[in-house]
């Protein structure tokens, strides 16, 4: 049977962000962010390890305590200069271990998204696992889109039918990954799911939810606050 690994590219920097310390490690509820993607891929019971993808250059990490989640994680400093870079050193290095097969399933989780729920989490495990490409989770677009021209005016506006915002995790088997992200053109692609479909491939989408929110600015960190409280239960 096909296990299931979660994967974390986290040797980024967050330049919109503007601030010295990279996103991952920003404080969310007294942690820093990263925390939370590392909690949630861990309580799963489906996932069997829990890989972090830091940078050469990363001087955080061994700052915080991780040992109550140690029996799963396995942290790696080979992060590179993309998200996809980053992802695809990571596979290579696990898929030189005797830990993961092929044909085992890789859940890619970015960590700047903390408020992935285990109700999700497993919504999509279930719905995915005997996909014969896999998937991601997106949610289905409401807003009206406009397309900008010169001075920022509106040129045209766009039909959001059919139009998915794409989120994490997205998860597709080991060896297809690597085969997709090993890509030239892959490389400046900002999800996993872009270099699949490349391979002329078409990946489930998943309903996803709003409340899994991609931290990007400063203000996002206290709406992350208020969704963690809320499935804390705290408010
Ligand atoms: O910057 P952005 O929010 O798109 O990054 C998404 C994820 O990819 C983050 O978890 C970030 O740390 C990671 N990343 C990476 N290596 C890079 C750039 C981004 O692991 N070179």
Not at 163 to 181: D, E, G, I
Request: charged letters at 25%; proline letters at 5%.
């Amino acid at each position: 049977m096909s296990k299931f690994f979660a994967l974390i590219p986290a040797a980024g920097f967050g330049a919109r962000m503007k601030t010295n310390l990279p996103k991952q490690y920003l404080s969310l509820g007294g942690r820093p962010m990263i925390y939370y993607a590392v909690r949630t891929l861990y309580l799963s019971p489906d996932i069997t390890n829990v890989v972090v993808i830091l940078s050469p250059e990363d001087r955080e990490w061994l700052k915080y305590d991780w040992s109550e989640f140690s029996s799963k994680l396995i942290v790696l400093n080979c992060g590179g200069e993309t998200r996809a870079m980053s992802t695809l050193n990571g596979l290579m290095a696990i898929s030189e271990s005797s830990l993961i097969h092929d044909e085992d399933w890789v859940l890619v989780h970015d960590a700047a998204r903390p408020c992935l729920s285990e109700e999700l989490l497993k919504r999509m495990l279930d719905e995915l696992s005997k996909d014969t490409v896999g998937g991601l989770l997106a949610v289905p677009i409401s807003d009206t889109l406009k397309r900008s021209g010169i001075n920022d005016r509106v040129q045209e506006t766009e039909s959001r039918k059919n139009l998915w915002q794409a989120q994490t995790p997205q998860m597709f088997r080991l060896k297809l990954l690597m085969n997709a992200l090993c890509k030239p053109n892959s490389v400046t692609m900002t999800d996993d799911a872009s270099a699949v479909e490349a391979l002329g491939l078409y990946p489930k989408l998943v309903l996803g939810d709003v409340r899994n929110i991609k931290i990007t600015y400063p203000k996002d960190l206290s709406l992350a606050e208020l969704i963690l409280r809320e499935q804390q239960g705290e408010v």
